[in-house]
């Protein structure tokens, strides 16, 4: 009896055992069925922005100098830049940007002496020389950048490293807010070198938008490369501009540049920033942590393209560059003269 009734344990064990094997195999079946809804992955990978171009405007990166530093340190930077663009390309690569022709091409604000100088020697004549800036006397520069994760940093530390390791003239890059903080500090002594958008830098010397009065004390260096206006979203069902109305958007702190920019871009779509969206006030690093964490739906981030802080945005999943169309970009560019159409080649991100 004690035989049958092992015996017939084995049987329903052995039974059990291959039941159970069954309904793995029966239970792959589905999960091969649903094997379409997994390849969602490369769909959103080739909807994100390094799938298309995206059509933006942009602003100018420049380097602007106080008037009081020497007019030889100033040559020595031009030059040392400008004369190494290969092996500072290889080093980061918006070297590759740098050019001649752009770099002594602003009509704006008139240039230090020490660049006119070098530009002159290459044939490239600037609109205006600052009169009586370069006279002061030589000492260590400090140069003015941006945040960690923007490209001013990265870019600017480029630069201040080569002229530093290959002339007598010393720079040192540090942070900063961006473009309003170096205009301000330059102003205060206490950074001799900045990097500016093209619009801030008008605003401070015309006494306008972010500035209550005029900021005269400093001069262009160069043009350096294009800034675009990146409108950057995890959400693939915002395609345009106006499919931002009613999101939470990040448009910059109030009164920086960025959010210039924003306003600038959301009012030719006749969006208020104010009321037409849910406006969050964050500088790129944390725009980006909030996109990756799904606070926020969009954000605006002006920095030349590709951008420290969206590259490691992209890491983490699917991203996506929002374009303008032909219409509003040419209504913006009739109000606001000192943006350029610029279109950011598929595959930045």
């Given at each position: 009896?004690?035989?049958?009734?092992?015996?017939l344990?084995?049987v329903?064990?052995?039974?059990?055992?291959?039941?159970?094997?069954?309904?793995?195999?029966g239970?792959?079946?589905?999960?091969?069925?649903?094997?379409?809804?997994?390849?969602?992955?490369?769909?959103?990978?080739?909807?994100?922005?390094?799938?298309?171009?995206?059509?933006?405007?942009?602003?100018?990166?420049?380097?602007?100098?106080r008037?009081?530093?020497?007019?030889?340190?100033?040559?020595?930077?031009?030059?040392?830049i400008?004369?190494?663009i290969?092996?500072?390309?290889?080093?980061?690569?918006?070297g590759?940007?740098?050019?001649?022709?752009?770099?002594?091409?602003?009509?704006?604000?008139?240039?230090?002496?020490?660049?006119?100088?070098?530009?002159?020697?290459?044939?490239?004549?600037?609109?205006?020389?600052?009169?009586?800036?370069?006279?002061g006397d030589?000492?260590?520069?400090?140069?003015?950048?941006?945040?960690?994760?923007?490209?001013y940093?990265?870019?600017?530390?480029?630069?201040?490293?080569?002229?530093?390791?290959?002339?007598?003239?010393?720079?040192?890059?540090?942070?900063?807010?961006?473009?309003?903080?170096?205009?301000e500090?330059?102003?205060?002594?206490?950074?001799?070198?900045?990097?500016?958008q093209?619009?801030?830098?008008?605003?401070?010397?015309?006494?306008?938008?972010?500035?209550?009065?005029?900021?005269?004390?400093?001069?262009?260096?160069?043009?350096?490369y294009?800034?675009?206006?990146?409108?950057?979203?995890?959400n693939?069902?915002?395609?345009?501009?106006?499919?931002?109305?009613?999101?939470?958007?990040?448009?910059?702190?109030?009164?920086?540049?960025?959010?210039?920019?924003?306003v600038?871009?959301?009012?030719?779509?006749?969006?208020?920033?104010?009321?037409?969206?849910?406006?969050?006030?964050?500088?790129?690093?944390?725009?980006?942590?909030?996109?990756?964490?799904?606070?926020i739906?969009?954000?605006?981030?002006?920095?030349?393209a590709?951008?420290?802080?969206?590259?490691?945005?992209?890491?983490?999943?699917?991203?996506?560059?929002?374009s303008?169309?032909?219409?509003?970009?040419n209504?913006?560019?009739?109000?606001?003269?000192?943006?350029?159409a610029?279109?950011?080649?598929?595959?930045?991100?």
């Open positions: 009896m004690k035989k049958k009734f092992s015996l344990m084995a329903l064990m052995l039974a059990m055992l291959l039941a159970g094997c069954g309904g793995d195999k239970g792959s079946a589905p999960a091969d069925t649903s094997a379409p809804a997994d390849t969602s992955a490369p769909a959103d990978s080739g909807d994100s922005a390094v799938a298309e171009d995206t059509n933006t405007v942009a602003v100018g990166a420049v380097v602007i100098a008037d009081d530093v020497p007019e030889e340190d100033i040559y020595a930077f031009t030059s040392a400008f004369e190494n290969e092996a500072i390309t290889e080093q980061h690569a918006k590759g940007e740098l050019d001649l022709d752009f770099a002594s091409s602003v009509t704006s604000v008139p240039y230090h002496p020490g660049a006119a100088k070098y530009f002159s020697e290459k044939g490239k004549e600037v609109a205006s020389v600052k009169d009586g800036a370069g006279s030589s000492k260590s520069l400090t140069f003015g950048t941006g945040g960690e994760s923007g490209t940093y990265a870019f600017g530390g480029v630069l201040s490293n080569f002229v530093s390791n290959s002339t007598s003239v010393s720079v040192t890059a540090i942070t900063s807010g961006g473009s309003k903080e170096n205009i500090n330059l102003a205060a002594g206490d950074v001799q070198l900045g990097f500016v093209s619009d801030v830098m008008s605003y401070a010397y015309n006494g306008e938008r972010l500035f209550d009065a005029k900021v005269e004390n400093f001069s262009v260096v160069a043009a350096l294009m800034e675009q206006v990146q409108i950057v979203t995890t693939p069902d915002i395609k345009s501009v106006a499919d931002l109305a009613g999101k939470s958007v990040s448009i910059g702190d109030r009164g920086s540049g960025v959010w210039f920019n924003a600038d871009v959301l009012s030719a779509y006749d969006i208020d920033p104010d009321t037409g969206i849910s406006p969050v006030y964050l500088g790129f690093a944390d725009s980006t942590e909030n996109l990756k964490d799904k606070k739906d969009a954000a605006f981030v002006v920095a030349g590709p951008t420290t802080s969206i590259v490691d945005l992209a890491t983490s999943g699917p991203v996506y560059l929002v303008l169309d032909e219409e509003h970009t209504a913006l560019l009739e109000v606001s003269p000192y943006y350029s610029y279109t950011i080649p598929a595959g930045t991100y």
